[in-house]
Nanobody, 127 residues
């Protein structure tokens, strides 16, 4: 497992932007595929975006496609989530996740697919 620490959450008005970061404490960050999930109160944790170890493959939940961008910097052992045109329904605790396995999207969107998790960062969107 790898230790992950998210940052960058906060309060933003609807239509605004936030950039989340997730720093990994490992010297082998480049072997891990990464993802972002989120969980709103009373809801299950849901998939947001994923990126493979090289950064060459990404995909998104339909609800964020075109507004959010996942990226990574293997030299800095960090994955990012740029969130634009935020909506009140985007409000949640955002978690980053890591795993060495990469499969089909139907598998990668599952919470159980990911072996390491951060503690989460709160994103609040005011209407």
């Amino acid at each position: 497992q790898v230790q992950l620490v998210e940052s960058g959450g906060g309060l933003v008005q609807a239509g605004g932007s936030l950039s989340l970061s997730c720093a990994a404490s490992t010297r082998t960050f480049s072997v891990y595929h990464m993802a972002w999930f989120r969980q709103a109160p009373g809801n299950e944790r849901e998939f947001v975006a994923a990126i493979n170890r090289s950064g060459g493959s990404t995909y998104y939940a339909d609800s964020v496609k075109g507004r959010f961008t996942i990226s990574r910097d293997n030299a800095k052992s960090t994955v990012y989530l740029q969130m634009n045109r935020l909506k009140p329904e985007d409000a949640a605790v955002y978690y980053c996740a890591a795993d060495w396995r990469w499969g089909i999207p139907a598998e990668n969107i599952k919470v159980t697919r990911w072996g390491s998790w951060g503690q989460g960062t709160q994103v609040t969107v005011s209407s």
